[in-house]
């Protein structure tokens, strides 16, 4: 069963469900439709070439929109699967059933466990319009880490999945009214000031829209601003826990990057290149690499924090820390080399630091 993406409800999942209330209040969205149960009856497969010769897009993007995701409690952030850049109705076809059937993955399923959650009962599966976008990536309609009723923008050239997936450092900034302060990025930013403050206009416009501060994925093309995606911010109620290791003022400081995820947790510093050493990964292990995938999600979900060289604070990766309540660092350069693997270390997801243990001389 097809549903057009602009009449899509609850069934859909929560993704579609708030995709088609934007289009609806006359939000910028992609076109697309629905594909409600594709694990069911195969009625849907004679139906995708019409829709997507309807559609009109040289090329697709095929998002999940499970009945568990995107939620005010757990997002699922990037646990399953999507494509983008797809073209024939095969391939389509294809990536339809993958996503549909992505809701039983080991990631999905360590990631339900650590958050207490039951893995999506069923899969509707998005095919939209692909933006071809010049600038794109995430928004916060609050600030994550400290809770401010700031915006924080994170942004790269070309699509935003190197953002989104953290695989890249992104350009960051944070708008509170009018003031607009860069945070991070190397010079030659893809957004004029004034691009910055419009995306926090419709991130604003957002959240009153939807009643709750919104993570917003959004994309710039041929100077339209689209919505990719708007879920309720799910961390933002635990703010307030305490979650810091007291320790001496002495500890020596051997990193330091973007504070991601809230509190202080003390480990073995484990220096992952890859699936091959997940092995070597224990319970209560600090995760330390260049950058994670949602393949990563069951180390994580065993962690006491994570470390990592590159990535942005609106990342899947950092996303899934705050909702795990492990503390995050990214962006800490050369972090699997300043930091041995087997060390001792204690990471502060507030202040963003790695240092020494209280019960380790590193000198």
């Known amino acids: ?50 829709a997507l010769h309807e559609l009109g897009a040289p090329q697709v993007a095929v998002r999940s929109s499970a009945q568990h995701e995107d939620g005010a409690e757990a997002s699922f952030a990037g646990q ?15 990536e339809i059933r993958r996503v549909a059937g992505s809701g039983t993955s080991a990631r999905v399923v360590a990631y339900a466990a650590r958050t207490g959650r039951q893995p999506p009962p069923a899969v509707p599966v998005i095919v939209q319009a692909l933006v071809r ?14 809770g401010a009723h700031e915006v924080v923008v994170e942004a790269g050239r070309g699509t935003g999945e190197p953002v989104v997936g953290g695989t890249v450092t ?5 708008v509170d009214g009018r003031t607009v302060v860069r945070r991070a990025g190397r010079p030659g930013e893809p957004l004029r000031r004034a691009q910055v403050l419009e995306l926090a206009g419709t991130g604003r416009r ?18 339209t601003t689209w919505v990719l995606q708007s879920r309720p911010i799910t961390t933002l109620a635990d703010l307030d826990r305490d979650r810091a290791v007291a ?19 003390r480990g073995t510093a484990r220096v992952v290149d890859g699936l091959d050493d997940f092995r070597r990964f224990a319970t ?50 050369d972090a699997t080399s300043a930091l041995r693997d087997g060390q001792r270390v204690t990471v502060d997801g507030t202040a963003g630091t790695v240092t020494t243990t209280d019960d380790q001389d590193e000198s």
């Open 284 to 333: 209560g292990d600090v995760l330390v690499c260049r950058t994670t995938s949602p393949a990563w999600t069951p180390v994580l979900a065993r962690a006491a924090a994570v470390v990592t060289e590159v990535g942005g604070l609106l990342a899947h990766a950092a996303i899934v820390a705050r909702e795990f309540g492990i503390p995050a660092v990214l962006a800490v350069p």
């Open 170 to 174: 992104p350009w960051s900034w944070t």
């Open 1 to 50: 069963m097809l549903v057009p993406l602009g009449e899509a409800d609850e069934r859909c999942g929560s993704k579609a469900a708030n995709l088609a209330r934007l289009l609806r209040a006359g939000t910028p969205v992609p076109p697309g439709f629905v594909v409600v149960d594709a694990r069911g009856s195969d009625a849907w497969v004679g139906e995708i070439e019409a």
């Open 247 to 265: 320790g001496p003022a002495s500890r020596r400081v051997l990193a330091t990057g973007t504070p991601a995820s809230p509190g202080t947790a």
């Open 133 to 146: 976008a010049e600038v794109a990536g995430v928004m916060f309609t609050r600030h994550p880490v400290t």
């Open 206 to 223: 957002l959240e009153a829209l939807l009643g709750c501060p919104q993570d917003v994925e959004w994309a710039i093309a041929d100077g």
């Open 80 to 94: 399953l699967h999507s494509s983008l850049g797809l073209s024939s109705p095969a391939e389509v076809v294809d």
